[in-house]
């Protein structure tokens, strides 16, 4: 277990460990552009939250007497769903990182924090043990931020040829949150006003003369730039799960699988009831989080009365693409006294494969009795259940 940190002198630890008086400022006003999501990167969803929220929760549980986060212009709304329920504050940010930062600065002047720590909203994991060192090292310097080594050879780029290397030991990979003793960025920060954009806050410390200690960082501090890092994120197959069942009655057709099957018997529901394709939708549906047939396709609706399944397997199928999957594979299993499927089988699976544009290999199609129980057992209907894998292209 991490040792408590050590609060710089005369300021008692917090409830929460951190010391009293320590307050928070999340930069989350750029537009976030390169991660090519439909709204700012720091609200877009990042496994199951907003991308903001993830490290606002954590300064939240760290005991950060006030937190506050720094949005784009026209952003209220945006920010007030991601970050309902939290105890925050929202500033109207800058057009550069450096005026955020003065603007979260001077939104907590006020209260006059003793320290702060300072963080980008696009690092969402942001591990305590990370801001209890940062917290440990203001002891002794009046500011700290989180370092890790290059582990990769370096050069310079001289117009796109080879220059000089770069010795990769004596440098550091920033991350944030970065921590500083209140007063000292603050002034650090008005002295700057006006200047060319620094990189980080650190910067600014520096240009004030303030000494900047290095502690250990994280790698699971990454920062969230470009689509693939939000790809990233989800799993790279999900699995679903379908299952459904049909009473058999006289004067039905009796469909499996997109084919026609003669027999005494068919389906009745209130489409051509094909058991196996409704199994096979909820499967899909249910690998991307899409509901289930039920909702795409109520029975109440008169339009659906009658209506061929294939075109509910095709409408699942365009849900799976558009979420940024393609089908991995799908695997049917028909649970039925009669009538005989073997005879069928590669008849059904070359017709799944072609609703979902897929190599035949890809479809597996089975059959299994009940043994006489339960309702298939005594042919009073069929039951079919599914498993599909989709794959995030």
Known sequence: ?????????????????LPAGTAAIVVAAG????????LPKQFA???????VRHSVETLVA???????????????????TALDGLPVR?????ATRQGSVLAGLSALEAEAPRLVLIHDAARPVLPRSVIDRLVAALRDSPGAIPVLPVVDSLCHDHSGTMGEPADRAALRRVQTPQAFRFAAILAAHRQWAGTAEAGDDAQVARA???????????????????????AAAAPPVRIGTGYDVHRLSPGEDLWLCGVKIEHSHGLAGHSDADVA??????ALLGAIGAGDIGSHFPPSDPQWKGAASDQFLAHALTLVTGSGHRIGNVDVTIICEAPKIGPHRETMRARLAAILGVDIGAVSVKATTTEGLDAPGRREGIA??????VVRT
Do not use: Y
Not at 1 to 17: K, T, V, W
Not at 90 to 94: E, P, R
């Open 208 to 230: 004030a003369g303030l000494d900047v200690a290095l502690v250990d960082g994280d790698e699971a501090l990454h920062k969230l730039t470009f689509a693939s890092d939000f």
């Open 90 to 94: 929202l500033v109207t940010g800058a």
């Open 277 to 282: 394709i409704h199994a096979l939708v909820d």
């Open 62 to 80: 760290a005991g950060c007497a006030s937190v506050v986060v720094c949005i784009p212009e026209g952003a209220t709304a945006l920010a007030q």
């Open 45 to 51: 969803i990042w496994r199951g939250k907003p991308v």
């Open 384 to 389: 079919a259940q599914a498993v599909a894998t």
């Open 31 to 38: 537009a976030g552009l390169r991660a090519g999501q439909p």
């Open 1 to 17: 277990m991490a040792s408590e940190p050590s609060p710089p002198p005369g300021l008692p630890l917090g409830a929460a460990g």
